[in-house]
């Protein structure tokens, strides 16, 4: 009887320490916390948005937008911007360009003539050069502002980028 009772309380206990084991660990956000968390992604930054971007793009050879490229591949001053995001190809496998450009205080026309000429030349690259379409990408890139941005994409399914550049960009 004593070994029937010990047994039995060796089970009981074995059972109270693995059900301590599936207590959560955690706490279900609630509502405000889920909108709190989105408040926060919203404005995140170029870097952000150019790797929710790129990340299903199937074009190969993508390469770092920076300001020494600017300034070597399409012959650009850099004094006329304080920062620089984005990503190109080198146009072998098509095109998936977006620039974003933060123009300094009162250069923000020489901003948008940077965008168009760096638009220019990859419509002149691809003009005898024409794969997957790149041509017409490049002639129908847009150029457009968005808070301190200045932004060109020629890229498919642009409408996608701009929503996703909306997410992380502030007005």
Known sequence: MQRLLLIFSCIILVILFALQGFQPQYQIPTIDQLEEDVQYTEGSGPEEALTEIYFDVDVLGVQEVTSQVLVDEFGLDSSHW?????????????????FLIRPRPGHEDEVRECLETIKLSRMNLFRNFDVFGAYSLAENGSIYQRGDYYILLMIDNEEAVRNILRTYLPR
């Open 82 to 98: 304080s920062a620089v995001y984005g990503r190109y190809t080198n146009g072998r496998f098509g095109i998936a360009d977006v």
